[in-house]
């Protein structure tokens, strides 16, 4: 299983709403979130404001799954690492940005999203 550092992978690309993660926070599952950009580092998912009091800082994410088909299936160990927006009573938001570090994977979901992340890159630029 590989484990990460605090690094930005340059190869974040942005992706299309039919990009979702699923996972569990403190027992409350969580189904077709949507992510914004990908890297092998992380992620970038968008969550409902109401929800956003769960998401602190440093919280574990369990079992997160990337649902792409094209994607590995294999479960990463996440947690999050930035919380945008939300954290005001008043705030009119109805998505709340959460940014999510990848902390382990399996070798073979790594080297699978690693081609994946080349042949997007490849194609945005071409």
């Keep these: ?13 942005v992706v299309g709403p039919e990009f979702t993660i699923s996972f569990i926070l403190k ?5 077709d979130v949507r992510i914004t ?3 092998t580092g992380g992620t970038f998912a968008l969550i409902g404001a109401r929800d956003a009091r769960l ?6 994410l369990e079992n997160l799954v990337l649902t ?5 299936k ?11 927006g939300g954290r005001a009573e008043h705030d009119p ?7 999510i570090q990848f902390l382990g994977m399996e070798d ?19």
């Design 1 to 13: 299983m590989s484990t990460f550092a605090d690094r930005r992978d340059s190869r974040r690309i």
């Design 27 to 31: 027992g409350h599952p969580y189904q």
């Design 37 to 39: 950009n990908l890297s």
């Design 55 to 60: 998401f602190e800082r440093g919280a574990v």
């Design 68 to 72: 792409h088909p094209e994607l590995p």
């Design 74 to 84: 294999s479960p990463i160990i996440a947690a999050v690492s930035f919380v945008l």
């Design 93 to 99: 938001m109805e998505f709340v940005g959460i940014g």
């Design 108 to 126: 073979s979901a790594m080297d699978t999203l690693d081609i994946w992340l080349d042949a997007a890159q490849a194609s945005q630029q071409g």
